[in-house]
């Protein structure tokens, strides 16, 4: 083959394969005359405000119609005007406008290098588990949500692939699980679903120490109360299906790295994988996530609310909310996070007495999910934590009569008027 053939091979590339761009783009991939890039126009947003972030994130306005709303690209694939220059975008797989405009959204709000969107959650988190190779050990928080669990135990064990699970609120625990092969170190903070609070930045600092990839499911907080790459945690991770979609109807993940080599790293496990978000959910996730601040301050004033009238019972063993005043790990809550959050969780004393309170319940959509307008209450046992055995369960706190209830946007008044009536003997 000439050499000239072989430069002619070269260019046939796709701009996706040349170089594994963060946010999916060619390299030096320009902009329409007179726009800016979506990393000019991040920069631009950087000091502005959270909640003028939510609605101004850099691709509000269509640039060619002047539309207020992204457009939903429904296209598989994309034209190669000139052969040898490809476009920006080639296949959906490896990127599309609608999508792109929803990574670089989250990548804005987390203040990450990149973002990328997946099919759910359980995806982001599979596709970031993905950058460990068989022989590492992981550190994991011990009331990881159920889905992780069942990740970590029954599929990526059979891959090589260790994990502990510790009390992350003891960092010298999280210290004593380090091992010569430990490459990361899985957080949940609030956990899932008794609310425990690990120190982010202590953690991050440890795990920097010790060349550790730490990373984070920041579902119940969002980039609203809590951005975890400001305290140097290296990747956050969403089901954004709750609280960033908000209204029960798309399911998403998202993944946010705080460097460029991590964020290259997620591109190529985001393209490889193939597990990616499709145009039709990006763009409920980006309408869902406008109102984002008006929600999360709406539903934590109703959370604190019920947190407190059931803390008053005396039918109720246990309530777990970090902004109650006995709530372990309040303190660091309040450091890293900007609130509470949305989730109560609540032990009724018995499995009997649950399920007696799930079947009387008459304003709460009695589901697994959470972080929705709809207050939303679920029963981890058989919902969120059924892939954990019972006897592994119990140990993490998750006793057979626990409750959680996502706090939508109903009067509380009404919601704790239902659940007074459904507690009644």
């Known amino acids: 083959m000439s050499d000239s053939h072989k430069h002619d091979q070269e260019k046939l590339e796709t701009g996706t394969e040349v170089t594994a761009q963060p946010q999916g783009r060619a390299e030096q991939q320009a902009a329409p005359s007179g726009l800016q890039t979506p990393e000019e126009a991040a920069e631009a947003l950087a000091d502005r405000h959270f909640d003028t972030k939510l609605i101004h994130f850099g691709a509000e306005i269509d640039p060619a119609t002047g539309a207020s709303s992204v457009p939903i690209y429904q296209a598989s694939t994309f034209h190669h005007f000139d052969i040898y220059n490809p476009p920006q975008y080639d296949y959906s797989r490896s990127g599309s406008p609608t999508r792109q405009a929803l990574e670089d959204y989250i990548s804005l709000l987390e203040g990450g290098a990149g973002g990328y969107a997946f099919a759910s959650g359980m995806a982001a988190i599979s596709a970031a588990l993905m950058i ?15 889905g992780t669990y069942r990740l970590l135990t029954t599929i990526l064990s059979r891959m090589n692939i260790e994990t502990t699970f510790v009390d992350m609120t003891d960092l010298e625990q999280i210290k004593a699980a380090w091992k010569p092969n430990t490459r990361g170190v899985f957080m ?70 705080r460097t460029p080599e991590l964020a290259a790293q997620l591109k190529k496990l985001q393209n490889g994988l193939g597990t990616v978000l499709g145009p ?31 803390s008053a019972r005396e039918d109720i063993p246990a309530v777990y909310y970090p902004g109650l005043a006995d709530h372990p790990g309040r303190e660091i809550q309040e450091k890293q996070s900007t609130g509470y959050g949305a989730v109560v969780s609540f032990d009724v004393g018995s499995e009997q007495r649950a399920k007696r ?21 679920s029963y981890p046992p058989m919902m969120s934590h059924a892939a954990m055995p019972r006897d592994v369960r119990l140990e993490r706190g998750i006793a057979d009569g626990l409750l959680r209830f996502s706090v939508g946007l109903e009067n509380i008044d009404d919601l704790i008027a239902d659940l007074d009536q459904a507690l009644a003997d």
Do not use: C
Request: proline fraction near 4%; charged fraction near 20%.
């Open 132 to 146: 460990f190779s068989a022989g590492d050990h992981l550190i994991v928080t011990e009331d990881v949500y159920g």
């Open 188 to 257: 949940e903070t609030p956990s899932n679903p008794t609310l425990k609070i690990t120190d982010l930045g202590a953690v991050a600092a440890w795990a920097k120490e010790h060349r550790l990839i730490t990373l984070v499911d920041n579902t119940f907080m969002t980039p609203y109360y809590q951005r975890p790459i400001e305290q140097g945690v290296d990747i956050v991770l969403h089901s954004a299906t709750k609280f960033l979609g908000g209204h029960s109807d798309v399911l998403a993940g998202l993944a946010v790295a």
């Open 280 to 310: 039709q959910d990006s763009w409920l996730l980006i309408r869902g996530m406008k109102t984002l601040g008006a929600r999360m301050d709406r539903s934590e004033i109703g959370a604190r609310k019920l947190a407190q009238w059931l």
């Open 357 to 377: 309170l799930l079947s009387r319940v008459k304003l709460p959509l009695v589901a697994v999910s959470l972080g929705a307008v709809e207050s939303i209450l």
